[in-house]
């Protein structure tokens, strides 16, 4: 019988293990690289990149220069705000953030980003106030 | 002949019934031309970007191209797990243009397209061209709609897989 009595929270604790919060996931990059710097988080998310096109990107081409506001897609779709503050979800699901580091790094860099860059730009949203 | 009841109702039946024929445009049914789309991953993750356009706007041999280049997606990467690829791919293939269950509509689309041929933009189609030609260059630039791949910027209940064209409300900027 008793057992049952355990079963119950552990299952609670089961449900909210999965939901991060944008702290432990910098927390979790952090890690990987050793620390994290918002500064230069931010000098990322503005740099503007030459692509094969000859044009420039940056992160800032699609989610404004503002992590608060909300940005547009190439095919005119908004994306909610970057900034956990300005949006409870975001940096609340691990395999969402690698998903869109993957393919956003591609987009604008033409390759992977590196930990210490994942740090740092996590550092500089959550530092957005 | 005097006017009677009978030839009055006559009348009166003609008017209503060519009143209905000449206010009912094609689209007008209760089904949407093209039924959104119903399967969970794909909805999510193609409208993660744009509008999740219905499987019956192209042809299973297009679907299995854009599919297969995902990674390079107009420009930009697109790319999911093998096993996510994989099952929005039978989606989208289930329900193609050319599938078994394509409606009169998709059909359209479908058959417009040469045989050696999976365009991978809609926009491309030459059903497409054929329903959009008398829109001028310049309303596809104003800034309401600044892409062809912006339905929804016209289509109002696009969404819901209509596009009748009294729905359509073009943008004024």
């Given at each position: 019988?008793?057992?049952?009595?355990?079963?119950?929270?552990?299952?609670?604790?089961?449900?909210?293990?999965?939901?991060?919060?944008?702290?432990?996931?910098?927390?979790?990059?952090?890690?990987?690289a050793?620390?994290?710097?918002?500064?230069?988080?931010?000098?990322?998310?503005?740099?503007?990149?030459?692509?094969?096109?000859?044009?420039?990107a940056?992160?800032?081409?699609?989610?404004?220069?503002?992590?608060?506001?909300?940005?547009?897609?190439?095919?005119?779709?908004?994306?909610?705000?970057?900034?956990?503050?300005?949006?409870?979800?975001?940096?609340?699901?691990?395999?969402?953030?690698?998903?869109?580091?993957k393919?956003?790094?591609?987009?604008?860099?033409a390759?992977?980003?590196?930990?210490?860059?994942?740090?740092?730009?996590?550092?500089?949203?959550?530092?957005?106030? | 002949?005097?006017?009677?009841?009978?030839?009055?109702?006559?009348l009166?039946?003609?008017?209503?019934?060519?009143?209905?024929w000449?206010?009912?445009?094609?689209?007008?049914?209760?089904?949407?031309?093209?039924?959104?789309?119903?399967?969970?991953?794909?909805?999510?993750?193609?409208?993660?970007?744009?509008?999740?356009?219905?499987?019956?706007?192209?042809?299973?041999?297009?679907?299995?191209?854009?599919?297969?280049?995902?990674?390079?997606?107009?420009?930009?990467?697109?790319s999911?797990?093998?096993?996510?690829?994989?099952?929005?791919?039978?989606?989208l293939v289930?329900?193609?243009?050319?599938?078994?269950?394509?409606?009169?509509?998709?059909?359209?689309?479908?058959?417009?397209?040469?045989?050696?041929?999976?365009?991978?933009?809609?926009?491309?189609?030459?059903?497409?061209?054929?329903?959009?030609?008398?829109?001028?260059?310049?309303?596809?630039?104003r800034a309401?709609?600044?892409?062809?791949?912006?339905?929804?910027?016209?289509?109002?209940?696009?969404?819901?897989?209509?596009?009748?064209?009294?729905?359509?409300?073009?943008p004024?900027?």
């Amino acid at each position: 019988m008793k057992r049952y009595y355990l079963a119950v929270p552990l299952l609670f604790l089961a449900t909210f293990a999965r939901a991060e919060t944008p702290q432990q996931m910098l927390a979790l990059y952090q890690q990987q690289a050793g620390g994290a710097s918002a500064a230069r988080g931010e000098k990322f998310f503005f740099a503007k990149v030459p692509q094969a096109n000859g044009e420039m990107a940056s992160c800032t081409s699609c989610h404004t220069d503002n992590p608060k506001a909300i940005g547009k897609t190439r095919a005119h779709k908004p994306i909610d705000p970057l900034a956990p503050v300005a949006n409870r979800e975001r940096l609340t699901d691990p395999a969402k953030v690698e998903k869109w580091f993957k393919r956003n790094c591609k987009d604008v860099l033409a390759r992977e980003c590196t930990a210490q860059e994942k740090a740092d730009f996590l550092a500089f949203l959550i530092s957005v106030k | 002949m005097g006017l009677t009841f009978k030839n009055l109702g006559l009348l009166v039946a003609t008017l209503f019934a060519s009143a209905f024929w000449l206010g009912y445009s094609w689209g007008d049914s209760g089904q949407p031309s093209f039924p959104p789309v119903t399967h969970q991953a794909t909805a999510a993750e193609c409208a993660a970007c744009h509008m999740a356009y219905p499987a019956g706007l192209l042809p299973a041999r297009s679907w299995q191209r854009m599919m297969a280049t995902l990674d390079r997606h107009f420009g930009e990467d697109a790319s999911l797990s093998p096993e996510e690829t994989a099952a929005i791919t039978r989606y989208l293939v289930g329900n193609a243009a050319d599938s078994a269950t394509a409606n009169e509509r998709m059909r359209r689309i479908a058959s417009g397209i040469a045989f050696n041929a999976a365009p991978l933009r809609i926009t491309e189609t030459p059903y497409f061209g054929y329903l959009h030609d008398e829109v001028p260059a310049s309303v596809w630039k104003r800034a309401k709609i600044g892409s062809r791949a912006n339905c929804i910027a016209c289509h109002t209940r696009a969404e819901t897989g209509s596009f009748a064209e009294r729905e359509i409300k073009i943008p004024k900027d």
